[in-house]
């Protein structure tokens, strides 16, 4: 599978989410592994003809199905033993996890800032200071290994694919 984003995206953090993904997989967690490029790369900067830049990453194809395609009335406990176990399994791979010389985002340094004033159909104080609230109580806890796992993750979802996981 190939991913083309803008040019904008963040080369190093990019770079960083990929040499973690190859790390689980390595290690046998249910991810869908980077695939290097003809060059040996992890990503790629590409430049079309019109002089737009993109980023271009591949991908293995994960098998199963994908989590957030499934209608609710087709949840079960197999799915959330899976889910959890899938979790589990790359959160004691993050304890050991030594990034090279690049960090991904920490959760609290890529998405909190946006998340209730953009995706609210309409401005809502309430709603927004809870969010603040929550996001508050989130980065008040602890950050160790043992309960965080690598600093270098963020909150990366175990896996999208079900009948994968280990």
């Known amino acids: 599978m190939l991913r083309v984003t803008p040019g904008t995206e963040d080369f190093d953090s990019t770079r960083a989410i990929l040499e973690w993904l190859s790390y689980l997989d390595r290690h046998g967690a249910p991810v869908a592994a980077p695939v290097d490029s003809v060059n040996g ?49 790359m959160h004691a791979l993050a304890t050991e996890y030594q ?19 953009e995706h609210l159909p309409e401005p809502d104080p309430e709603v927004e200071a809870k969010n603040r609230e929550l996001i508050a109580y989130l980065d008040a806890l602890p950050t160790g290994t043992q309960v965080y796992g690598s600093p270098t993750m963020i909150c990366t979802w175990p896996t999208s694919v079900l009948g994968t996981a280990a």
């Open 41 to 89: 790369l992890l990503l790629e900067a590409v430049e079309a003809e019109d002089g737009a830049k993109a980023v271009a990453v591949a991908y293995q194809k994960a098998e199963g199905t994908v989590a957030e395609d499934l209608p609710p009335d087709s949840w079960s406990a197999q799915l959330f033993y899976d889910l959890g176990r899938a979790s589990g399994k």
């Open 99 to 117: 990034a090279r010389d690049r960090r991904r985002p920490l959760w609290n340094e890529t998405v909190c800032e946006y998340v209730a004033e």
